[in-house]
Structure formats: C-alpha cells, structure tokens
C-alpha cells in the first residue's frame, strides 16, 4: 500500500505570496490532518479534515486554509506569506479521525518564504 | 488545555548504553499516549501507543508505561543502536482526538 505522499517536497516563496500544498492520503484513508514543525514552536496542529468537511481547527490566523476532496486528497493554501510561515508542512491521513487510529505521516513540504 | 512536556535533548549516549527520556502530561480525561520517531529528513513515524492507564505500549526494543499515577509515560530501550539517532516526541490525543506533542528530544548514539 502507499503511503502518504505531499507535493512538492521543496518549495521557496516571496513575501506576499500565496502557496498551495498537496496531500494524498493512504487508500482508504479519509482523515487527513495538517501539522506544522518549526524549530522554535515545535509541532503544532492546522486542521483536520474528515469526508470533505473540517472538523477541527488549531490555532492558525485564517491566511492558513484548507480543503478536502471528494477522493480525500487535500490541499491546504498559505496566503499572504509571511517569513514566520517558514516550516517544515506534514500531513497525516488515518482511517477515521477519532478514537485511537494511528495517523500515517507523509514527508512533508519543506516551505521556504524569503 | 492538554500539555505534553518531555525532557530536552539533546541526548548523546553511547551504543549499547540504556535509554530513558522522560514524558509527561496534563490532561483532562483519559488520553490515549503516542511516541513517534523522526529521522532526519523523513515525516514522523509511529514508534508505540498505549491506550489505557497500565499499558505497555512496545515495538523495535522500545517500550513505554501509562502511568496514570504519575502521568507520565516515559520512553526506555535497554541497549541503544546509531540507528536510532533521531528526534522522539511525545504526544497524547485529546478529547477532540488530535494530537498535541511534547518538543521533541533530539537523540545521539555514538559508536
């Protein structure tokens, strides 16, 4: 089975700018959820996306956004880019988003805003 | 809210030597406990989980307690590997089961 895959795996953005990233869950996976990993505030939760609707929210300004589609494929956009937006972008997919499923991480977009 | 502490790193031991990082939390309820592994380069991988106060969660010689008494579930390996130079987190599914993290401990075997 494949795993989680996220495109692009490296990505460098002007101030200002909007960027898209791209998750594809495992098959069968219909719980897709957004990190963030910076070296000063650690890992930190975006959202969670279950059967194309959010379910969850973390603590993000709204410039941070996602979506879900129909196949569970999700994407989540960055606007107006700010250099603080540099990070390391996981996402995780898992069978369903509650009880204790295990999430299956991707490698990340490692995004880059100068 | 929920809170997942663990113990700073970075850690350096030496090959064969004994492992313990240390992990703590708040929590209201009964949270099911993670330890996930990253090594450089890569996303983060499922090392262990226990669900339930007294489990053992284990897999690849690591082994971990939920300690509802201490709340505490504090990562331990009897003989360490260069392989398993990565940083560990922590971290505990709360009431909307998400995943909150501890920070991260950087790990170092040297041979």
Known sequence: KAGVTQTPRYLIKTRGQQVTLSCSPISGHRSVSWYQQTPGQGLQFLFEYFSETQRNKGNFPGRFSGRQFSNSRSEMNVSTLELGDSALYLCASSLEGTGVYEQYFGPGTRLTVT | ?111
């Open chain 2, 1 to 111: 809210g929920d809170s997942v502490t663990q113990m700073e790193g970075p850690v350096t031991l030496s090959e064969e030597a004994f492992l313990t990082i240390n992990c703590t939390y708040t929590a209201t309820g009964y949270p099911s406990l993670f330890w996930y592994v990253q090594y450089p380069g890569e996303g983060l991988q499922l090392l262990l989980k226990a669900t339930k106060a007294d489990d053992k969660g284990s897999n690849k010689g690591f082994e971990a307690t939920y300690r509802k008494e201490t709340t505490s579930f504090h990562l331990e390996k009897g003989s360490v590997q260069v392989s398993d130079s990565a940083v560990y987190f922590c971290a505990l599914k709360d009431s909307n089961y998400q995943l909150i993290w501890g920070a991260g401990t950087k790990l170092i075997i040297k041979p």
